[in-house]
Each structure stands twice: as C-alpha cells, then as structure tokens.
C-alpha cells in the first residue's frame, strides 16, 4: 500500500491531533503500509532502535491505535488499529472538546470574576469594521457575569448595527439570563428601548447631558468596549483599573438620572 502525499498529510495531522509524537505518528502510518511486521523490520524501516521502537508502541497503545502486548510470544508481529478506529477516536476527542468549550463559556463569567491583573500589562485591542464589531459585541454576551453597563448614545449606536442586530443580540442575552444597565442620552431609539424593560430584562435610565455625544461604551467582566461611530471603530480594553473607574463614573451617573 503506498499513501500519497495528501492522504498522508492528513493522517499525520490526524494522529498528531490525538497527540502523538512525530515517531509515533510514523510508526503507525510506515506500520499501516506494511502490514504485519516483526519489529526489527519497523526499526529498519525507521531508522530506529528497537528499544524506543517498544516504546513509540507502547504511546500507541495508550491512545488505542494498537494492540500488541496482549498478543502471544509466537505471533509477535506488530499490526496498527485501523483507519477506522483512528476516526472514532478522533471523532470521540473532538466531541470531547466541544463538550469542553461549552462548559468552559458557561463558566467564563465565574472564572473571569476571579481573576485579577495585579501587574500583568493592560491589554488594548483596536476594532475595525462591522463584522469584527459583532463578533466582539457578541462576546461580551460569554464573558458578562450576570449584568452589564452601557453608557452613550443608543441612536449613534443602534443606527450603526441595525435594530435587527439588536434584537438579535437582546433574544441571545435574555437566552443567558444577563440583565443589563442603560444608562442613554434622549433619543427615540432611548424611548423605544425603555418601553420594553421589563421583558428584556433592562433598566433603562436617561442621561440630561448638557453637551450631547455620540460614543458610547460598554463595561463587563474585567473589560469595557468603547464605541466610535464616525469613523467608525472601537476600542477592547482589558484592565481591571480602568474597568472600575468607569463602573465609578456610571454609578455616579446612574444615581444622578434615578430621577428620570
């Protein structure tokens, strides 16, 4: 049998992606193509003492791709699982992982919470484009314990993502059990919004600025996203300082438009 070089790229990928070592890897695909081997063969074939030839087996064996120390003295050829059982275990690994990120974005919220940066370098990240937007705008939806803040112009805001991305966004995070502080400069989109408070799980409050704006920005976890729409961009920042000066300046304002 002789594996060309595409199928073989992607059976080397395969068996490394169920962590094998390099020579582990080739020890199962130069074993595949010959076939039934006694083990000075395979260690001809690879260059390799016998010695770490019965260890690269036993690798194999401990991620079920062989079988061989159960076999009898007298039929001690050595023979790879199939293909077939290299899928499955493939399959069943990235199943598990799946698994894993699931229960990893359930618990961000949690293990973000624990976390503190005490010297660890402020993390900024610019944001350009509509598509990166939503993709950080969503995030905030994993990442956001059980409330979040937005504070600015929900016109400038809504008018950029669109109402259809809002209520999008508004279903996912009710879906998520999230409540979140509004706390907004007059606008018809402000009104539109507050009237629904109750049943998207907001409180929605408006600012009297005496000098309107148009940014906004958005604080969860140990972050806060802050929106420019002229040009139009953003700004990720990641800093537990920065983050809890401006849940400050929003407590403060907030208390300020109880009244509203």
Same mark, same amino acid.
């Given at each position: ?10 059976l080397y990928?395969?068996?490394? +992606? $169920? ?8 020890? *199962? ?12 063969? @395979?260690? +001809? /074939?690879? =260059?390799?003492? #016998?010695?770490? &030839? ?6 194999l064996e ?11 003295? *007298?039929?001690?050829?050595? &023979? ?17 992982? =799946?698994?894993?990120? /699931? ?7 949690? @293990?973000?919470?624990?976390? /503190?940066?005490? +010297? ?34 929900? =016109? ?9 991305? +809002? ?6 995070? @009710?879906?998520?059990? &999230?409540?979140? %502080?509004? $706390?907004? $400069?007059?606008? =018809? ?17 408006? $600012? #009297? ?31 537990? *300082?920065?983050?809890?000066?401006? #849940? ?7 208390? %300020?438009?109880?009244?509203?």
């Open positions: 049998m002789i594996l060309d070089t595409e199928m073989k790229q992607n990928t395969s068996l490394r +992606e $169920l962590g094998t070592t390099e020579s582990a890897a080739n020890l *199962y695909m130069t074993s595949l193509m010959l076939g039934p081997s006694p083990i000075a063969s @395979l260690a +001809e /074939h690879l =260059a390799i003492p #016998r010695p770490n &030839i019965y260890k690269l087996i036993t690798a401990s991620l079920g791709l062989a079988k061989f120390s159960g076999r009898k003295r *007298y039929t001690r050829t050595f &023979i790879v699982e199939p293909p077939t059982t290299l899928l499955e275990k493939l399959r069943q690994r990235r199943e598990a992982m =799946a698994d894993l990120d /699931h229960t990893m974005v359930a618990h961000m919220p949690d @293990l973000l919470a624990l976390y /503190h940066q005490g +010297e660890t370098p402020t993390k900024i990240r610019l944001i350009e484009g509509k598509e990166q937007f939503l993709k950080v705008f969503y995030q905030i939806l994993d990442e956001a314990k059980d409330t979040s803040q937005f504070f600015g112009s929900a =016109a400038d805001f809504i008018g950029f993502i669109s109402w259809d991305e +809002e209520n999008k966004w508004i279903k996912t995070r @009710l879906r998520k059990n &999230i409540t979140i %502080q509004t $706390l907004l $400069l007059p606008s =018809a989109d402000a009104d539109a919004l507050r009237l629904k408070d109750a049943e998207e799980l907001r409180e929605t409050r408006v $600012l #009297r600025a005496p000098l309107p704006f148009v940014t906004s920005f958005q604080l969860f976890a140990n972050k806060v996203l802050i929106w420019q729409p002229k040009a139009p961009l953003a700004i990720l920042v990641e800093d537990e *300082y920065i983050v809890q000066m401006l #849940r400050s300046i929003f407590a403060i304002l907030w208390e %300020q438009s109880k009244s509203d």
